[in-house]
């Protein structure tokens, strides 16, 4: 069983940045990969970045060169480090934890609001 408490989301201006970190606990972290979805009021979850247990990087075409996703085994957290914030962005966002070898451990988070807004 993986707990997974995500925070640093809050209001933010266009343009402005943003750090969401995702603290894991209860199994080995380093063999999970981690992703950041998110969700906007009216439309699917989506998957935002994920991060793999050696470290490959993916992220949506909508965020890339704008979002970037890091991990510290040593602490058990993952980040996402947001900048050039555009109002679309605006959703609230949940960490994933997929285990490398079985799938089948797939943990969520709560969810964190994230609001871009002048």
């Known amino acids: 069983q993986v707990q997974l408490v995500e925070s640093g989301g809050g209001l933010v201006q266009p343009g402005g940045s943003l750090r969401l970190s995702c603290a894991a606990s209860?199994?080995?972290?380093?063999?999970?990969?981690m992703g950041w979805y998110r969700q906007a009021p009216g439309k699917q979850r989506e998957l935002v970045a994920v991060?793999?247990?050696?470290?490959?990087?993916n992220y949506a075409d909508s965020v890339k060169g704008r979002f970037t996703i890091s991990r510290d085994n040593t602490k058990n957290t993952v980040y996402l480090q947001m900048n050039s914030l555009k109002p679309e962005d605006t959703a609230v966002y949940y960490c994933?934890?997929?285990?490398?070898?079985?799938?089948?451990?797939?943990?969520w988070g709560q969810g964190t609001q994230v609001t871009v807004s002048s």
């Open positions: 994933n934890a997929r285990h490398t070898i079985f799938p089948h451990l797939d943990y």
């Open positions: 991060i793999t247990s050696s470290d490959s990087t």
């Open positions: 209860g199994s080995i972290f380093s063999r999970y990969a």
